[in-house]
């Protein structure tokens, strides 16, 4: 658990020193049209994964080309949420967990996504296991 | 008629150890009830040895998130792009 704590926040200082870096270079923060299609097969083969902060997550070691591809979504990810959360008068941690809750629940058999306590678990058929105060969907 | 005493005899000692054990079962209880006792204080008493790890999703208020949710699938409708497949 506490090593899960660290990756997770060495994880966000790689994302907020990412986010910095993409402030600087605003050409690099282009939104895309649809999603990668390098994250589309990574998220089927598991390779990524719905965090229950509201951010994308490696179940397992990724390449170097979906770890990058990743980071971006997270930072674009981020700037949204920011935006609704400003809009909805609620704070990003608050619009971005509430994300988590909704992304996590849409997840397809087959996916990955994290439980409540931190564990990557595998979609069935069955209901995703989700945080007691995820709102239905 | 000493044959007959003796089997009496052999009886009423029969009797004497039972009451015996139910005398001792009268101690086992009190034992158990003071160990436990004993053991849950111990218990309570250590410092755990690992960190105290505190759920941060507890800050967030169910109702909040209540609220934001219809927003949060709008969100995910509109933005295929950074929620879709």
Redesign the interface.
């Known amino acids: 658990?506490?090593a899960l704590?660290e990756r997770k926040h060495n994880r966000l200082s790689l994302v907020l020193a990412a986010a910095a870096l993409g402030m600087l270079l605003p050409a690099a923060q282009a939104?895309?049209?649809?999603?990668s299609p390098v994250l589309?097969s990574a998220?089927a083969s598991g390779q990524v994964g719905e965090q229950?902060d509201g951010y994308l997550g490696f179940p397992s070691v990724p390449s170097a080309e979906v770890r990058r591809a990743a980071d971006e979504?997270n930072i674009?990810?981020r700037a949204?949420y920011a935006e609704?959360a400003a809009?909805?008068h609620?704070t990003v941690?608050?619009?971005a967990?509430?994300?988590g809750?909704?992304?996590i629940a849409?997840t397809k058999p087959g996916e990955k996504y994290q439980a409540?306590d931190g564990s990557w678990r595998t979609r069935g058929a069955e209901a995703p296991l989700r945080?007691n105060?995820?709102?239905a969907? | 008629m000493m044959h007959r005493e003796l089997t009496n005899r052999a009886l009423a000692a029969k009797v004497l150890p039972m009451q015996g054990m139910r005398s001792g079962k009268r101690w086992l209880l009190p034992m158990l009830v003071g160990g436990a006792i004993a053991l849950s204080g111990c218990v309570s008493v250590n410092a755990p040895d690992k960190?105290i790890?505190i759920e941060l999703?507890i800050n967030?208020k169910?109702e909040?998130?209540?609220?934001?949710?219809a927003?949060?699938?709008k969100?995910?409708e509109e933005?295929?792009?950074?929620?879709?497949?």
């Open positions: 658990m506490t704590i939104s895309a049209q649809v999603a589309a998220r229950t979504l674009k990810r949204f609704r809009a909805q609620s941690e608050d619009y967990f509430t994300m809750c909704q992304l849409k409540p945080n105060l995820c709102p969907t | 960190p790890v999703n967030i169910q909040v998130v209540y609220r934001l949710a927003d949060a699938n969100s995910i933005r295929p792009d950074l929620f879709g497949e």
